[in-house]
């Protein structure tokens, strides 16, 4: 399992709770299927108009396919490493 | 409908490329479905404002669809650059959908000047008539939306050929309720002809497109390149291009290439036009080639080019198709951006260029892009192509664009042989002409001026000095014309047509400053002379109104010779209406107190402007209509017909005739005793007619432009309220300046009666005395009974004052006998008061009472307020019965037992036949006598008074 950034144009948003919703449903669903993916969180910089989602997956096909079935548009999928505060 | 050769190809566009999703313009698109949404709030527009490559026509595009969608009827149009000169180019693209229907609808002139314009009809010049083609484009529009709400949607506006631009402004000014909504683009910076920008009087929402943001580039280049950027590229690349959409994907897709370094440390990129330049030099030849011919021609089409190249164009420009520099509609080739098209344009040198306007002269179509690649092609004079810039100079103003056409004159003469000076002088003389028409008057007056010099005295130069003259007369320097126009009548020779046009000039220009009344006759006979020798009815019908104008100033019978004018109004339906022999004819019929007549003619004329769009006319006969109202007794449709007659002199930017417009308006505010509103207009009628402050001591030039009423005005509420001294101050040179003038008409110095009055109030009888002998002569003269009686009356006045009481209230009866049949209610009610006031003197109450309860009613039924008043004072001082302060009048207690039975003001206007007004007026009388401070304490003093408790 490697954390994954997902960066999507996401203009005019105001609440991420729909965002969110959706990406822990397909994560989930795709869970019950037998694959390793977990939603994580999200992060919204609204000067950019850009939304960050992290992922936990087995690879950044899977964090694709969650992507896709949340509807995230997602530009671009990189390796990312969450760092936990002391 | 027959379609000759040179018929400019109408340029369906069938399936448009269907607009590309909007990325990061979100808000943008929800204020263009709020306007669309909104048919209650048109006719207004919207218009998307930005630099170039900021997205604009994608936006406008979606507006488009999201109009489609919901059953607008769309016109469009999408001028380019290079058509910016071609005359209604935009327009036939607007009206192309809608042609076949709407054309057969309009009436004959309109269809005929819509079909000239886009031409459609061959050798059809003489139906150009730029107002009727837009008088035909409003109705066009109108018809339309009666069934269907409209979007009119123009792209790039800044290049808008001058006709259209015109045509639209004009009929967009003249929408009311309409659901039209417009739909417009318009470029800032970068490249636009700002000075030539055009713009709407409808109400505007404004769309101004700002930068994307990092987040909106980046989706906008993965969706259109397929590019992922890493954050510090993406960074760069949103710092490079400033959120300008169309330079981020131009410097992604380089960077795609291989050709562009986004690394913070690379040296800058080159701005969006560079990249486009480079992108165009990276093409091979034969493609540069084809782009730079495609951006030459305004509607580039793949026929049109294979025609001008030998060479395979479809094969060459294989590679802009692929790399969308270019894109196909059927046969018509469309740059994917307007920078592009001048980036392929700007990639040729000029020897190259210069070829490459000859190839294209020897394809078009289009008379005037013959011209213009004519004139690019030619590098030295050449009196072949100079004669033929020439010709379409001559058509594009025909077709309305003097600047366009100027710009060709201009070219014309550049092209003209050094020893062709003859040449080079009518075509500098053309460009002139086209220059004063299009506005551009500085440079007009500097081109006649330097001509001037250059030519010898005699025929030629009298055209000149003639036209310098009109420029001056226009110019509002009426004596610097009129000195201009003697200096070329002395080298007019003996051409006729010359002749008319100056003598005609000093008729007006004399008449207009009133100071040479009999000098203006004379050349108005001269006029006609020259006009019979032409063999021109045209010339002729003007230059015979032009003399029963000064015939009638100068105390003559003008009848038999309006007539014969009349004869041939036929002839001049083509001209501006003021120059129908009509417009005179109403102008006698109106000096000579024949409202009815009057208000007939200028009626019919109202109509024809109208159906023209000829506002410069509209607003003179609006004004004479006011006068006419004002005399015949109805103030408020006087009111109303000055204030249209301001709006219209407004529009056609006239300010002579806003100043007169104004001045009408004040006249009918000083018949109503409103001394603070007279004076607020008046005054703003002389600051327009003086510019400055206003001497009342010397009033000619303010008369000479349009401020003659307005003095007066400012005279006849002064007496009315009883100011003697201030109506003297006013009136005193107003009449001094136009006796002296040499007017006798009585219909000119209408002023007259007012100015004895306030002469003989001030004690100086004499004076008094005299113009009264003037006015009698006039009445005699004339026999008319409104100067007849109005000259009997000042003889009442004279005589009253000078103490014969008895012989006064003789004249003063005598006045009222005149008067009756006159149709001019104040001048019969002052007479009233007038006898009222004699019989007052002569102790006669009970015939003083009923002459000035007379008088009284007249007043009030004019709502002629002041003079009201000083009726009521005066009906106060008989003493007795029916004079106590605190006596309600008829009129008064009519109102007020009105009010008691609930009526609001307006209703007891239309009951009692008077205005909301004089309404008002009678009220606060009535509220001071009963001494209530109430609506509701009236009504419950009237309840009292009817015992109703």
């Known amino acids: 399992m490697a954390n994954y950034l997902v960066e999507s144009y996401m203009p005019n948003t105001t609440s991420l709770d729909e965002v969110e919703r959706r990406a822990s449903r397909a994560a989930d669903d795709l869970s019950v299927a037998g694959h390793m993916v977990r939603y994580v969180r999200s992060i919204y910089v609204a000067e950019d108009e850009t939304c960050f989602h992290l992922f936990d997956a087995e690879s950044a096909d899977m964090v694709r396919l969650a992507s896709d079935r949340a509807d995230l548009r997602a530009q671009r999928i990189v390796l990312a490493v969450e760092h936990e505060p002391l | ?949």
């Not at chain 2, 050929?161 to 009929?171: C, I, M, P, V, Y």
């Not at chain 2, 700002?210 to 710092?239: C, D, I, N, Y």
């Not at chain 2, 010898?456 to 009109?470: F, K, M, N, S, T």
């Not at chain 2, 009264?772 to 000042?794: D, F, I, K």
């Open chain 2, 1 to 949: 409908m027959p379609i000759d050769g040179c018929a400019r190809r109408a340029h369906h566009r069938g399936t448009k490329p269907q607009a590309e999703p909007l990325i990061g313009r979100e808000g943008e698109l929800l204020s263009l479905i709020s306007f669309l949404d909104a048919p209650a709030e048109l006719p207004s527009a919207l218009l998307i404002e930005g630099e170039a490559g900021m997205g604009k026509t994608t936006l406008w595009q979606s507006g488009i669809d999201i109009a489609r969608e919901r059953s607008f009827v769309i016109l469009e149009a999408r001028p380019v650059a290079v058509e910016a000169g071609l005359s209604f180019a935009a327009l036939a693209d607007l009206l192309e959908p809608i042609m076949d229907i709407a054309l057969p609808a309009l009436p004959e002139p309109q269809r005929r000047a819509i079909e000239a314009a886009l031409m459609l009809r061959a050798n059809d010049r003489a139906a150009l008539d730029q107002r009727a083609i837009g008088t035909a484009l409003l109705g066009i529009l109108r018809r339309l939306a009666a069934d269907t709400p409209v979007v009119l949607a123009v792209d790039d506006v800044q290049w808008l050929d001058e006709g259209s631009a015109a045509t639209l402004a004009f009929a967009l000014r003249r929408l009311t309720r309409e659901p039209v909504a417009g739909l417009f683009a318009r470029r800032t910076e970068i490249g636009a002809r700002q000075e030539q920008t055009w713009t709407t009087d409808l109400p505007t929402t404004l769309i101004t497109m700002g930068p994307l943001s990092l987040g909106a580039t980046h989706a906008l280049v993965f969706e259109r390149q397929k590019a992922v950027l890493a954050r510090p590229l993406l960074r760069r690349l949103h710092e490079l291009s400033r959120g300008n959409p169309y330079y981020a994907l131009e410097l992604t897709r380089a960077w795609q290439a291989g050709n562009l370094n986004l690394s913070e440390s690379a040296p800058l990129p080159p701005d969006l036009l560079g990249l486009l330049g480079s992108r165009i030099a990276a093409l091979p030849k034969p493609t540069r080639h084809a782009l730079a011919l495609a951006a030459a021609m305004s509607r580039p089409t793949l026929s049109s080019l294979e025609r001008a190249e030998d060479e395979d164009v479809g094969a060459a420009l294989g590679r802009a198709f692929s790399e969308r520099i270019v894109e196909l509609d059927r046969d018509e080739l469309r740059f994917t951006h307007p920078l592009l098209a001048a980036s392929a344009y700007a990639a040729v040198d000029s020897a190259d260029r210069r070829q490459l306007h000859a190839r294209l002269a020897g394809v078009v179509d289009d008379v005037e892009e013959r011209a213009r690649h004519l004139a690019l092609a030619a590098d030295q004079p050449d009196e072949g192509i100079a004669a033929q810039v020439e010709g379409a100079a001559d058509l594009a103003f025909r077709r309305g664009a003097p600047s366009s056409a100027a710009d060709l004159m201009a070219e014309a003469a550049r092209l003209t042989p050094p020893d062709a000076d003859v040449d080079g002088r009518r075509r500098s003389f053309a460009e002139a002409e086209y220059r004063f028409e299009a506005g551009e008057t500085g440079r007009a007056a500097a081109l006649i001026a330097a001509l001037i010099d250059l030519t010898p005295p005699g025929i030629e130069r009298a055209r000149l000095l003639a036209r310098q003259a009109r420029f001056r007369h226009f110019g509002e320097d009426i004596r610097g014309s009129v000195a201009l126009l003697r200096e070329a009548l002395a080298e007019a020779g003996d051409d006729a047509e010359l002749h008319v046009e100056i003598e005609e000039g000093l008729v007006w220009g004399l008449l207009m400053n009133r100071d040479d009344i009999r000098g203006a006759a004379a050349h108005a006979r001269s006029a006609v002379h020259y006009a019979e020798r032409l063999g021109s009815d045209a010339a002729l019908a003007e230059a015979l109104a032009a003399l029963a104008m000064t015939e009638a100033l100068a105390g003559k019978d003008a009848r038999a010779t309006i007539d014969q004018a009349l004869a041939l109004e036929p002839a001049t339906l083509g001209l501006r209406v003021l120059r129908h022999p009509s417009f005179a004819h109403g102008y006698l019929l109106n000096a000579a107190d024949d409202l009815d007549a009057a208000r007939v003619v200028f009626a019919v004329l109202q109509g024809r402007a109208e159906e023209r769009g000829d506002d410069s006319s509209l607003a003179p006969i609006l004004s004479h209509l006011s006068l006419i109202e004002c005399l015949a007794g109805n103030l408020e449709l006087a009111e109303s017909h000055a204030d249209d007659a301001v709006g219209m002199a407004l529009q056609s930017g006239q300010v002579p005739s806003q100043a007169a417009a104004l001045g009408r308006k004040a006249l009918v505010f000083a018949v109503r005793g409103d001394l603070e509103a007279t004076r607020e207009i008046a005054g703003d009628s002389l600051v327009l007619a003086h510019a400055g402050d206003f001497d009342p001591s010397m009033p000619q030039a303010a008369a000479a432009r349009g401020g003659e009423l307005a003095i007066w005005a400012l005279g006849h509420v002064s007496l009315a309220l009883g100011d003697y001294p201030t109506a003297h101050r006013y009136l005193g040179p107003l009449c001094a300046f136009l006796l002296d003038a040499g007017i006798e008409e009585p219909g000119e110095i209408r002023p007259l009666g007012d100015e004895i009055e306030a002469l003989a109030a001030l004690g100086r009888r004499g004076d008094a005395d005299r113009l009264t002998q003037h006015l009698e002569r006039m009445g005699t003269r004339t026999g008319r009974p409104s100067v007849l009686g109005v000259a009997r009356r000042s003889r009442a006045i004279v005589e009253a004052a000078g103490g014969e009481v008895e012989t006064a209230l003789e004249h003063a009866k005598g006045a009222i006998a005149h008067l009756r049949s006159a149709g001019m209610p104040l001048e019969l009610a002052r007479s009233q008061l007038v006898v009222g006031e004699i019989e007052r003197r002569l102790r006669l109450k009970r015939g003083a009472r009923a002459s000035l309860g007379d008088a009284l009613e007249g007043f009030e039924r004019l709502g002629a307020q002041g003079w009201a008043a000083r009726t009521s004072a005066e009906l106060a001082r008989i003493g007795g019965r029916a004079s106590s302060s605190t006596e309600l009048t008829p009129t008064e207690r009519r109102a007020a037992e009105l009010v008691a039975e609930g009526h609001s003001n307006k209703e007891i206007a239309s009951l009692m036949f008077i205005s909301p007004k004089t309404v008002e007026a009678n009220l606060s009388r009535v509220y001071t006598k009963v001494g209530v401070a109430s609506r509701t304490e009236l009504v419950r003093h009237m309840d009292r008074e009817t015992g109703k408790t």
